[in-house]
């Protein structure tokens, strides 16, 4: 399968970094990886991905604060965001909403399941 869409890929842990980007890759997508919310939220407003997967805790700014400011940036186009969180952290899937954030998954993930939530998105997205 081939695909014209980017994720951006955002995640302080640089094996689950390595594995989501691996998966999404051999599924055809472009991938631009960041290791911490400042470099997220700066190569999401520079490469306008169609899609963010985001660690919630990360260093300098958390993955909601990133889908936050770009909401504010871009209240007419969102990007949509898939929100990776700690097993047992609950948030608010209204107020996730509320930011882009279309989807919760708690780690650890299989990278297949993640990779089913991606194309579910996408083609949510694109309907």
């Known amino acids: 399968m081939t695909s014209d869409k980017k ?8 094996h689950i970094l390595h594995v989501v980007s691996l998966k999404l890759r051999n599924a055809g997508y472009a991938i631009v990886t960041a290791c911490d ?4 939220l700066e190569l999401a407003q520079q490469e306008k991905p169609d899609l963010i997967i985001i660690d ?3 260093p300098h700014l958390s993955g909601l604060e990133v889908c936050q400011r770009l909401r504010r940036e871009r209240p007419a186009d969102p990007i949509p965001a898939i929100l990776l969180t700690a097993r047992g952290y609950d948030l608010d899937m209204g107020s996730a909403e509320s930011h882009g ?4 998954l708690s780690k650890p993930f ?8 991606v194309n ?3 083609t949510a997205v694109a309907a």
């Open 37 to 40: 919310g400042q470099e997220a």
């Open 101 to 104: 954030i279309v989807r919760m």
């Open 120 to 122: 579910e998105v996408l």
């Open 7 to 14: 994720i951006l890929v955002a995640d302080d842990e640089s």
């Open 110 to 117: 299989s990278p297949r399941q993640l990779l089913a939530t």
């Open 56 to 58: 919630y805790h990360m």
